[in-house]
């Protein structure tokens, strides 16, 4: 249960944020698939904010690296993807911030000692580690101006490295042009010969 509340004169009402997880949540853990709007621009430019994402239940061993899942932490919901799989023994290794958190369990194959490392696609470094029961479903379906575009099919994971590595480009570009003025407005001292 979601305990981001707000409060009105005489009642403690579930912020809207918090239905959406408790609704979600439980339809997925019921084995069926939601459908809602992508909020935020973490996973740019493979889903921009506004785009439908449409998410199926998984098992968490069934999830492979690349995929795009959506799962649980003190935020809320959140899709990201996949960037490495571990299995460790050292019981340390796992959630720093989130121990104390009471997830929904969902029984899984993995072992205990499985941890999930994932980014969005438009973060360049950092990860967030996670838990196989954190894990919802994964994204199976986003649709917005590019039309219906499945994830998990080879064209769509061609384009979408194609698209990071314009958009990393891109970014160098201009914080190369930031770091070094003069390649915006020319060198002053030459233009003084």
């Known amino acids: 249960m979601c305990d981001r509340m ?3 004169k005489d009642k403690v009402i579930p ?20 459908r809602f709007y992508a909020k935020g621009w973490s996973m740019y430019p493979t889903i921009k904010e506004g785009e439908v994402i449409t998410v199926e239940p ?12 959506l799962y649980q932490n ?8 996949v960037v490495s799989i571990e299995k460790t023994s050292d019981e340390s290794r796992g959630l720093r911030t989130e121990q104390n ?32 029961r954190q894990i919802l479903g994964k994204v199976v379906l986003i649709e917005g101006n590019r039309g219906a575009i499945n994830p998990n099919l080879w064209k769509a994971k061609i384009e979408r490295i194609v698209l990071l590595l314009f958009h990393r ?25």
């Open 58 to 69: 998984v098992e968490p061993s069934k999830v492979k690296r690349g995929d795009i899942i």
């Open 101 to 132: 958190m009471n997830f929904s369990t969902q029984p899984s194959s993995l072992g205990p000692h499985h941890f999930f490392f994932l980014r969005g696609d438009g973060e360049d470094k950092g990860s967030e580690t996670i838990e196989p």
């Open 15 to 34: 912020s809207r944020s918090c239905l959406f997880t408790d609704v979600a949540t439980g339809l997925l853990r019921q084995g069926l698939g939601v």
């Open 74 to 81: 003190l935020k809320g919901l959140i899709a990201h993807r």
């Open 6 to 8: 707000m409060h009105s």
């Open 169 to 193: 480009l891109k970014r160098r570009a201009l914080r190369n042009m930031i770091s070094k003025p003069s390649i915006l407005f020319g060198d002053p001292s030459a233009q003084l010969k």
